[in-house]
């Protein structure tokens, strides 16, 4: 059963590096390097959608990785979907790109549990765990005593294949008979199989390089990480210290007792201690890293590692689109265009597959994508809740009158100008952010476009040959060129698709899909085999990698989420009762056609653009009532 | 049992269409459009060397297809290995890229047989069958009595998968009782499941149009090709009329008895004839092809057909290298650069893979390449005979008497001029034939390295987005793009090794390779799981094409071929007693490094020659006694 999670080949992308070799690596140099953070999963789910944005949050700070704590109770474990930590940890680790660490207790495991949450945790991909003991009672039940039995359990079966952690108490284990039998205990521990320790909180540095000097003494050699909590509250404070059987030094005590009651002055003392705490565990040169507990908040461990700049930073971007942590994933390197927009969607989607498409689409035969009902967890993303639901009437307009209110919201998007409520369009249903960077040098373009009711909802202009570092379309290793070709896709009604239908045959380099919602009729010149390349990259020393494709079998596939968007997200902001809104938005679901165009003459100025303004003047000049 | 020959996806190759298709597609038109041609087994090795340029011949004339005669005396089927007419089919179709028919007759013929020697077609990937009786007597015993018995097996046991031709006979087959009987045979045959037929030769048109006519009338609906047998001498013409119980028409006779002795007038009456005879096909709106009995020689069948012009054209090639017709092959658009210079040992080398490289080379993992001892019909090609002994010592000099006589040698081939003997050098034993034309725009570097010493043997200028139609770079579909990076591969001294690992550093975007003939030491800095892209295009609609690339595992291979010819092909030119000409080789071959440079930086002038030129003036200044 023993194996170990393979280290791909690069082939464009990062490779899988277990988290255990990036501690190794970094403990190397006696810098702090990275930060990482502990998270508990929310008691609710409305909490959960908060999470998201922190887990992001968190990334771009440059947190290396993020743990998720056990709850015992909250966890049923006769479903392994309905594991609340696994949930999370599957949600930071596949839709907010942080590699991910799960605790894991003795308290009412037996092997036959702990192996069933073992094989779920590799089918997500999670590789990391936290071997705790949990507080077990004379209630608790559990084939295992020790966090060292859970960790020598885990080694047995699975070998190398997981990183493992353990706490260790800097000021000794409430239950150990003292500091000695204390130290030969986590020994036991790492001995059993562990990668690092992460300590648990402490108030001054002295009590952490003692500690550490301590472990070495008998002969501990791994990463010993702090364990840092940042004072939010002085509740939190006095909570968590009498669960965690701590005394807190006098001096703070002092210092808090006049502002109490102070919230913000709690916070930013707090916040003051710990950069001070942080400064001297970083000169100690006892470590590597910093671990935060955040208790789920932001802003005191945020404004932390900005002040001690250690946010581990990413290199270049390695592919055009954002790269799963995922060690599953780690090959990856082609995808269909269609879901940039929605990257969580794809790889909600596409977390199934055995194996992902690496050089070539063409292998992946016939991907079975999951369907649009598969959303789990993920449907929170695109769901219209009572509180979000005023931000995107604000966005997409509080009523919708007629096909031209709906092209006036896409163009406020693309010009990135406010809609004419005054409110900057930020996202569309098919756009979960804002236009990227490269999208500016055709942002004219395509207000122009949906302007006149083209409605674009994904796009890339032609590259030809750049380098590899430029800051706006570059991405792969140093020295490269990189290459697209023109891409534009949108929805139009059918009276326009009947004179793009005559326009077409005068381009014979630009290759289409064009269908409704029911998907038939469906216009293409693509070989339905093959797909083809709109982003690739030459870079020294590799085979080409071209990481962006547009074929048919995944557009067929996309079409229906991008209709389903219309009446899913958009009409959702609407209350049942504005009958005019829906009508509206129906309207186009049921009529409009989604197009894609790729021009395949790269080197030269696009025909696109050219292409699509004959279809407005055509239109125009022969338009029904209904149109503009 | 049953199964379909595949039609595989194209991703640049031109996939593999049964021979079936092509017919039935020409037989749309009412025009001749290709020619095809009989051949027989050589009887002895030697003819079997001259076969292969007359292949080659009729390839570059456009012949759609050749057949093999099957020789139930000749054909041992004990080993199947050592079945004369298979191995003549395999050459014709693996090594001169000619797609082939093998006959097969009833003769002595049991199921088992059969069905052993249609399995080891498969394996050898001919997928056509012309299904004979043969000339069954008393003495011949077997489990086939007609024709059509063998059609119905081969459909019965393997489907559609054969393209299956049978012969037919304008007038009436010697043996059958009359002309209506005869018909009814073949029409018996055709319905057992032929998919074209072949006639029996005729000297006068009309005979041809009453049989189709015939055939037609009773409902045989398969495209009927005329076997045409042009006179090649009054011996062979009274021989084979003789022998297949055919009358030769008065006119014939009289026109041949004045000439009858002298052998070319003989030939070029045939020659007339039979472009009288086939203009009278071509007109008469029956035929797709004309079928040519050649009797395995070349000079009056390709004077028929340059005359009437129907040579089968060749499209643009659909890849920088000589595609295979191998339907098993049809999927490769992937191979090292190394054998550019022979295809035909790569071929051999690679012809047990039960996959081939499609879109990525590294798909295939750990390549088992054939050894060089695998050798088996194509040793014929690399060996030295006493016929061709004086050519190859004309070309690569009589004696050598020192390292520079080689490099000589070398200079002169690149450069195109004669050697100080006075012969042209038109192939080495690393290129079987002369310079590619892409090579002529490098041609005088490379002269310039070769009287230095700096040995090469392949090379590719770099090409920075030609276009795909371009008549010296261009390969695959109209509109495309495409790119090579400069490469060059050579033999130079223990000294001039020196100087160029001293130069490397400074060329960071060069990846090299460097051994010697033990493969010890091996300098690179190449990725050993990662191949290098060398030639690559872009196209509409497709996925990028990269169809040469350099890699570490293959080179590995590849060095051991490149070294063996010093001693095992050019040393053979020499007699045992020239001990100077031996040495000279076998110290080059000892002591020399083999080296491949790739320019990574192909959009600019490539850095390799000025490179090389610093370490023909560094090696100058700090020369060791014995190198000029």
């Given at each position: 059963?023993?194996?170990?999670?393979?280290?791909?080949?690069?082939?464009?992308?990062?490779?899988?590096?277990?988290?255990?070799?990036?501690?190794?690596?970094?403990?190397?140099?006696?810098?702090?390097?990275?930060?990482?953070?502990?998270?508990?999963?929310?008691?609710?789910?409305?909490?959960?959608?908060?999470?998201v944005?922190?887990?992001?949050?968190?990334?771009?700070?440059?947190?290396?990785?993020?743990?998720?704590?056990?709850?015992?109770?909250?966890?049923?474990?006769?479903?392994?979907?309905?594991?609340?930590s696994?949930?999370?940890?599957?949600i930071?680790?596949?839709?907010?790109?942080?590699?991910?660490?799960?605790?894991?207790?003795?308290?009412?495991?037996?092997?036959?549990?702990?192996?069933?949450?073992?094989e779920?945790?590799?089918?997500?991909?999670?590789?990391?765990?936290?071997?705790?003991?949990?507080?077990?009672?004379?209630?608790?039940?559990?084939?295992?005593?020790?966090?060292?039995?859970?960790?020598?359990?885990?080694r047995?079966?699975?070998?190398?294949?997981?990183?493992?952690?353990?706490?260790?108490?800097?000021?000794?284990?409430?239950?150990?008979?003292?500091?000695?039998?204390?130290?030969?205990?986590?020994?036991?521990?790492?001995?059993?199989?562990?990668?690092?320790i992460?300590?648990?909180?402490?108030?001054e540095?002295?009590?952490?390089?003692?500690?550490?000097?301590?472990?070495?003494?008998?002969?501990?050699?791994?990463?010993?990480?702090?364990g840092?909590?940042?004072?939010?509250?002085?509740?939190?404070?006095?909570?968590?210290?009498?669960?965690?059987?701590?005394?807190?030094?006098?001096?703070?005590?002092?210092?808090?007792?006049?502002?109490?009651?102070?919230?913000?002055?709690?916070?930013?003392?707090?916040?003051?201690?710990?950069?001070?705490?942080?400064?001297?565990?970083?000169?100690?040169?006892?470590?590597?890293?910093l671990?935060?507990?955040?208790?789920?908040?932001?802003?005191?461990?945020?404004?932390?590692?900005?002040?001690?700049?250690?946010?581990?930073?990413?290199?270049?971007?390695?592919?055009?689109?954002k790269?799963?942590?995922?060690?599953?994933?780690?090959?990856?390197?082609?995808?269909?265009?269609?879901?940039?927009?929605?990257?969580?969607?794809?790889?909600?989607?596409?977390?199934t597959?055995?194996?992902?498409?690496?050089?070539?689409?063409?292998?992946?035969?016939?991907p079975?994508?999951?369907?649009?009902?598969?959303?789990?967890?993920?449907?929170?993303?695109?769901?219209?809740?009572?509180?979000?639901r005023?931000?995107?009437?604000?966005?997409?307009?509080?009523?919708?009158?007629?096909?031209?209110?709906?092209?006036?919201?896409?163009?406020?998007?693309?010009?990135?100008?406010?809609?004419?409520?005054?409110?900057?369009?930020?996202?569309?249903?098919?756009?979960?952010?804002?236009?990227?960077?490269?999208?500016?040098v055709?942002?004219?373009?395509?207000?122009?476009?949906?302007?006149?009711?083209?409605?674009?909802?994904?796009?890339?202009?032609?590259?030809?040959?750049?380098?590899?570092?430029?800051?706006?379309?570059?991405?792969?290793?140093?020295?490269?060129?990189?290459?697209?070709?023109?891409?534009?896709?949108?929805?139009i009604?059918?009276?326009?698709?009947?004179?793009?239908?005559?326009?077409?045959?005068?381009?014979?380099?630009?290759?289409?899909?064009?269908?409704?919602?029911?998907?038939?009729?469906?216009?293409?010149?693509?070989?339905?085999?093959?797909?083809?390349?709109?982003?690739?990259?030459?870079?020294?020393?590799?085979?080409?990698?071209?990481?962006?494709?547009?074929?048919?079998?995944?557009?067929?596939?996309?079409?229906?989420?991008?209709?389903?968007?219309?009446?899913?997200?958009?009409?959702?902001?609407?209350?049942?009762?504005?009958?005019?809104?829906?009508?509206?938005?129906g309207?186009?679901?049921?009529?409009?056609?989604?197009?894609?165009?790729?021009?395949n003459?790269?080197?030269?100025?696009?025909?696109?653009?050219?292409?699509?303004?004959?279809?407005?003047?055509?239109?125009?000049?022969?338009?029904?009532?209904?149109?503009?």
């Amino acid at each position: 059963m023993q194996e170990k999670v393979k280290k791909h080949s690069t082939n464009g992308s990062s490779g899988f590096v277990p988290l255990s070799s990036k501690l190794t690596e970094r403990s190397q140099s006696r810098e702090v390097s990275f930060f990482s953070i502990e998270l508990f999963p929310p008691k609710t789910w409305k909490a959960l959608d908060n999470l998201v944005p922190l887990l992001n949050n968190f990334r771009q700070l440059g947190s290396l990785f993020s743990t998720v704590t056990w709850h015992s109770t909250m966890n049923q474990l006769d479903n392994m979907d309905d594991i609340l930590s696994m949930q999370v940890a599957e949600i930071a680790l596949n839709y907010c790109w942080l590699d991910t660490m799960i605790h894991l207790t003795c308290v009412d495991m037996t092997t036959d549990k702990m192996l069933a949450i073992l094989e779920r945790l590799k089918q997500i991909g999670i590789t990391n765990i936290l071997a705790l003991r949990g507080d077990l009672n004379e209630n608790t039940v559990g084939d295992f005593h020790y966090a060292s039995d859970l960790v020598g359990f885990i080694r047995h079966h699975y070998g190398d294949y997981f990183t493992i952690a353990v706490a260790g108490y800097p000021i000794e284990h409430p239950e150990s008979m003292n500091k000695q039998q204390d130290r030969e205990n986590l020994k036991k521990k790492v001995d059993a199989g562990a990668d690092f320790i992460i300590t648990q909180l402490f108030f001054e540095a002295d009590v952490y390089i003692d500690f550490v000097d301590e472990c070495r003494a008998i002969g501990i050699e791994v990463p010993i990480l702090p364990g840092i909590m940042p004072i939010q509250s002085y509740d939190s404070l006095t909570k968590i210290t009498r669960l965690s059987q701590l005394d807190i030094p006098n001096r703070i005590i002092q210092d808090l007792e006049p502002i109490r009651n102070n919230d913000e002055a709690v916070r930013n003392y707090g916040i003051e201690w710990t950069i001070h705490l942080c400064r001297q565990l970083m000169q100690s040169g006892r470590t590597p890293g910093l671990h935060f507990f955040t208790l789920n908040r932001q802003h005191a461990t945020a404004t932390i590692v900005k002040a001690l700049e250690i946010g581990y930073s990413f290199c270049h971007k390695p592919l055009p689109w954002k790269q799963p942590v995922n060690h599953r994933r780690c090959s990856e390197n082609v995808r269909p265009i269609f879901w940039s927009g929605r990257p969580e969607s794809y790889v909600q989607r596409t977390n199934t597959w055995d194996e992902f498409p690496n050089g070539r689409w063409g292998r992946v035969h016939s991907p079975s994508f999951g369907s649009l009902n598969d959303y789990h967890l993920f449907a929170a993303l695109d769901s219209i809740t009572p509180k979000n639901r005023k931000r995107y009437a604000a966005m997409w307009g509080k009523q919708l009158l007629d096909e031209q209110d709906v092209w006036h919201i896409f163009e406020a998007y693309v010009a990135g100008t406010n809609n004419r409520f005054g409110h900057k369009v930020e996202s569309l249903p098919w756009n979960d952010e804002g236009l990227a960077p490269e999208t500016n040098v055709i942002r004219h373009r395509l207000s122009h476009l949906n302007r006149h009711g083209i409605l674009t909802i994904n796009s890339q202009p032609n590259v030809n040959g750049i380098s590899s570092s430029d800051s706006i379309h570059g991405w792969g290793s140093p020295n490269g060129y990189v290459y697209q070709k023109a891409y534009v896709e949108f929805f139009i009604s059918q009276h326009k698709i009947d004179c793009l239908l005559k326009i077409l045959p005068h381009y014979p380099l630009v290759n289409y899909q064009i269908t409704n919602s029911k998907g038939d009729p469906f216009y293409t010149n693509c070989d339905e085999d093959e797909p083809i390349a709109v982003t690739w990259g030459v870079f020294p020393g590799k085979e080409i990698i071209q990481p962006t494709i547009v074929d048919v079998v995944s557009f067929k596939v996309w079409k229906d989420e991008a209709f389903s968007l219309w009446m899913n997200k958009w009409a959702r902001v609407y209350p049942d009762e504005d009958v005019e809104s829906h009508s509206v938005l129906g309207s186009i679901c049921n009529t409009y056609y989604l197009v894609n165009l790729v021009d395949n003459d790269y080197p030269n100025e696009t025909c696109l653009w050219s292409m699509l303004e004959q279809v407005i003047v055509s239109n125009h000049c022969t338009s029904s009532s209904h149109e503009v």
